[in-house]
């Protein structure tokens, strides 16, 4: 069920909406394998009526289920938006469409959500990746700090013998 407002009662008083809205509702195609969207979203926002516009302020928490891009380990990964604020024009080229006297509040949600998305998603700062075991399992770090065992020593041995 998409978040609606109605403008009657926006009228009157300001709108205080709480409470959860599926995953599905929410109708976000990730297109991503590292993050996917299959917990509700829980929201806390106020919707003022300004002239011929809205402003919606909250709050909005969402959990995804990613998989760290290093070392393919699934973890959650808490998006929280504490100051989210929203201007939603009524009239104009970009006006939000009226149904019914109520506003859809979704596309809205939807657009900032999607900017919060974490590009990269790590399981931990710092997450080493994957380990290969055809590798040695200790690192040899020279006095410059640089990685000995990296696929560069290899390179230089054969620029060596030749």
Known sequence: MPLTVN???LEKHDVTLDGEMSAA???IETRDEMVQLRQPLRHSI???KLGDSLLVRGR????LDCLCVRCLKPFSYRLEMRDWTCHVPLVGEESAPVVSDSVDLTPYLREDILLEFPQHPLCKPGCDGLKNPNTETTKKSGADGIDKSSPWTELDKLKTKS
């Open 7 to 9: 403008l009657r009662h």
């Open 25 to 27: 509702d929410l109708e």
């Open 46 to 48: 106020e919707v003022q």
């Open 60 to 63: 909005l928490i969402l959990t």
